[in-house]
């Protein structure tokens, strides 16, 4: 067992080798310009959303405390000018960001939890657990994801962790597919036969040599189930299905437009909201592309 | 989203070595049919699921935030029949389903039936008109785009449709709202103060079928065009290829003739497994357009909410999909002969 120069314990091998992988990948993110220009356009936005309650004052949220002109239009006081109470459209969109990147994020790795494990174990066990598991996850791919979102969070109590629920249950499908995929391919390598003969029994095969090497691709596959969440939040949200207490990107839309804000031409109050959705969606959608091309072999060499 | 970004996984393989019968290709349908009755089932009975057993109480829900009584809702209870053990109330909805009877709106009372069949003409209009122009659309940038691949025309167009891909479809259909004015009418189908005649109301749905049909076209079209697009640069390699311009033929009769019929198939059970969309930008859509289809009928049970009228509609629009993706299923069997007669 002396082979390794350095006397390194299995685990710190591993993880040495973890390392090395990681920094070539992020060598090769490293080149592609629209991954690298999204990845820092979330960077921003995400120190923007954390920061909103040192560098604003919450109390200019609370439609009690202000004193705006209602739909007034931008001005020196109110950069992007007013909604419906008098409250700043500028604030509502920082503070915004807030809930819709912790439900996209959130949402998004419900979804890919259920994903992993359902396609991990479909692959490692075969036989009838696959053949049902791909059944059902089949079943589920077909079946129109927002409508049975729209189910679940209308039978369910309104709030943000209902909303979280209805996306991350409906939007798993896609995700499982393609962790199956990998790991079938992971387990047909003799490694893994190695393994199972020395003794390793599913748990250590599992969580010691198929996620390791499934997991860079369920990253990939996250960022980009986060840009479909934040999608699917401002929708439910837009229909009115989100949490009334809570400022989202998506309420001010429905608010804006239950309002007046298209016959009126407040502009102000339509665009700040939707163009943080198509920046924050955009972001995590080119990260997540970049990401692929770096992650799954299977694309290399394209695009 | 993800799984139109990650391409690949969802085409079956084609089936076992064996040779092509008459025999096999029944058994095929008779499976495929099978596995849709089964599907349809399941849709069933999830929407008794979600509807019945999932609310602590639906009729609580339904009457969330309004004044009633103790009697109103013993009554309610009554009418709905879920004083009934759970199980004569599925065995009910299921023989209801059967008789083409989806059960009574609570906020209209009239059948729900009859709601969605009235509604499903307008949403057929728009999903139709729109769906064809975007396939079109699509399919034209999408084959260009990969046939010059890495040119302008392909970097402006791919990054166009990841932007468009990235904008919520209510949100682009209440800007064009507000930036066209009164060019076009704001909702609706058709104005109550059209003669009844037939050119007149033509004109008049066609009117308001622009702005809804654009925003339709301009949320789905991005998927067609990726999927085209890289489906088509699978095959620009291929050998066949180059052996048709080795013959002497013009780069656009290659192009037409052998490479897109054979990018098309996998192109073809991608848009069909990308119809929950297709729904969702008809859901969306109908709400801000105030178009009088499913996804508007959708939006009012939900507002209200309407219980029986919310899983009449879901069970419509979720076992349609799932029907559609049989006959894609079956479609692509008559279309490509390597699944038929490997």
Known sequence: MSQTPSKQTPGALAWARRKEAASRAWKQFRVQRSGLAGLIALGVIAALAILAPVLTDSDQLDVTKVDGPSLGAPSGDYLLGTDENGRSVLLLTWWGARVSLTVGLSAALLSVVIGTVIGVLSAHFGGWVSAVLMRFTDFFLVLPSLVLAIALSTVLDRGLFTIILAIGLTSWPSTARLVRAQTLSVEARPYIERARALGGGHTHVITKHVLPSVLPLVFANTTLAVASAIIAESTLSFLGLGDPTQVTWGSMLKSAASNGAVTTGAWWYLLPPGLGIVAVVLAFTLCGRALETVLNPRLRGER | ?342
Not at chain 2, 191 to 199: A, I, V, Y
């Open chain 2, 1 to 342: 989203m993800t799984d139109l970004l990650t391409p690949g996984e969802q085409t079956e393989p084609p089936a076992s070595t064996g040779r092509r019968s008459s025999s096999g290709t029944l058994r095929f349908v008779l499976g495929k049919l099978g596995g849709a009755v089964i599907s349809v089932a399941f849709v069933a009975a999830l929407g008794f699921l979600l509807f019945r057993v999932l609310p602590g109480d639906p009729v609580l829900t339904m009457t969330r935030g309004r004044p009633t009584t103790p009697e109103a809702l013993a009554e309610l209870r009554l009418r709905f029949g879920l004083d009934d053990p759970l199980w004569k109330q599925f065995l009910d909805y299921v023989g209801g389903l059967f008789r083409g009877d989806f059960g009574t709106s609570y906020a209209y009372s009239r059948p729900v039936g009859e709601m969605i069949l009235e509604r499903v003409g307008p949403t057929l209009l728009l999903v139709g008109t729109g769906t064809v122009l975007a396939v079109i659309l699509g399919m034209w940038i999408g084959i260009r785009g990969a046939w010059e691949h890495g040119s302008r025309f392909d970097r402006t167009t791919t990054s166009l449709a990841l932007t468009l891909w990235s904008v919520p479809t209510f949100w682009l259909g209440l800007l064009l709202l507000m930036v066209t004015g009164n060019l076009f009418p704001s909702g609706g189908m058709v104005d109550p103060s059209t003669p009844k005649e037939f050119l007149p109301q033509l004109l008049d749905i066609g009117h308001h079928l622009v702005l809804p049909c654009i925003t339709f076209v301009a949320v789905v079209y991005a998927q067609y065009q990726l999927v085209m697009r890289s489906s088509l640069l699978e095959e620009m390699g291929a050998d066949y290829l180059n052996t048709a311009r080795a013959k002497g033929m013009r780069e656009d009769m290659v192009r037409r003739k052998h490479a897109v019929p054979n990018a098309m198939l996998p192109a073809i059970t991608l848009v069909f497994l990308h119809l929950g969309l297709v729904v969702q930008g008809a859901i969306t859509v109908e709400t801000v357009f105030s178009w009088p289809g499913l996804g508007l009928l959708l939006y009012e049970a939900l507002s209200y909410p309407d219980l029986p009228l919310l899983q009449g509609v879901f069970t419509v629009l979720a076992g349609s999909v799932v029907a559609m993706n049989v006959v894609a299923d079956l479609l692509y069997r008559v279309f490509d002969p390597r699944v038929r007669a490997v």
